[in-house]
T-cell receptor
Framework: GENVEQHPSTLSVQEGDSAVIKCTYS??????FPWYKQELGKGPQLIID?????GEKKDQRIAVTLNKTAKHFSLHITETQPEDSAVYFC???????????FGAGTRLFVKA | TAGITQAPTSQILAAGRSMTLRCTQD?????MYWYRQDLGLGLRLIHY???????GKGEVPDGYSVSRANTDDFPLTLASAVPSQTSVYFC?????????????FGEGSRLTVL
């Protein structure tokens, strides 16, 4: 089955700096790669996603890149703010699979 | 908008007792899921249901059962709880209109098994 690995497990940056979180997946049939943000005491919420027919997607300060050949995808947050502090999860799923498999999460600290 | 409602919010349970975690959605989504979240392990899929009347096993199904009698409800039952089932449990749903998409999560149920 699908396996998703996520690095780093913890990331600390200064406010205004960029943050990058990287994930790899194992099943070449996966074609949907979402990123979720989880704030303390809450359920995860989707912040951006990318499908396998696209290499990059941007939404304001957040961007995701996908390298299908290497089975890598990454989350980039620019101009970080204290409210970006949270746990971020990458995930992978495929059409008809009904299973979204998550990475272990990255705890991001943005220091003011 | 309620979205996904989970109950209870938290529970302490003696080992060997049974427990049902409740999950209701008001979005008329086809697919529903149960995940457990443990430190360092992320979110692991326990069971899922792609439509009312059908269920499937996820990554860590042992010790858990689910049912999907209707579109809105997807309860998770622990028949005989063990301490390793101490975790935060999240229910989620998705429209699942033929292609994978966003999961909508509840606020979680924290379960402690002693």
């Amino acid at each position: 089955g699908e396996n998703v690995e996520q690095h780093p497990s913890t990331l600390s940056v200064q406010e205004g700096d960029s943050a990058v979180i990287k994930c790899t997946y194992s099943d070449s049939a996966s074609n949907y790669f979402p990123w979720y943000k989880q704030e303390l005491g809450k359920g995860p919420q989707l912040i951006i996603d990318i499908r396998s027919n696209v290499g990059e997607k941007k939404d304001q300060r957040i961007a995701v890149t996908l390298n299908k050949t290497a089975k890598h995808f990454s989350l980039h947050i620019t101009e970080t703010q204290p409210e970006d502090s949270a746990v971020y999860f990458c995930a992978a799923s495929m059409t008809g699979g009904f299973k979204t498999i998550f990475g272990a999460g990255t705890r991001l600290f943005v220091k003011a | 908008t309620a979205g996904i409602t989970q109950a209870p919010t938290s529970q302490i349970l003696a080992a060997g007792r049974s427990m049902t975690l409740r999950c209701t959605q008001d979005m008329r989504h086809n697919a529903m899921y149960w995940y457990r979240q443990d430190l360092g392990l992320g979110l692991r899929l326990i069971h899922y249901s792609n439509t009312a009347g059908t269920t499937g096993k996820g990554e860590v199904p042992d010790g858990y059962s689910v049912s999907r009698a209707n579109t809105d409800d997807f309860p998770l039952t622990l028949a005989s709880a063990v301490p390793s089932q101490t975790s935060v449990y999240f229910c989620a749903s998705s429209p699942d209109r033929g292609a994978p998409g966003e999961l909508f999560f509840g606020e979680g149920s924290r379960l402690t098994v002693l």
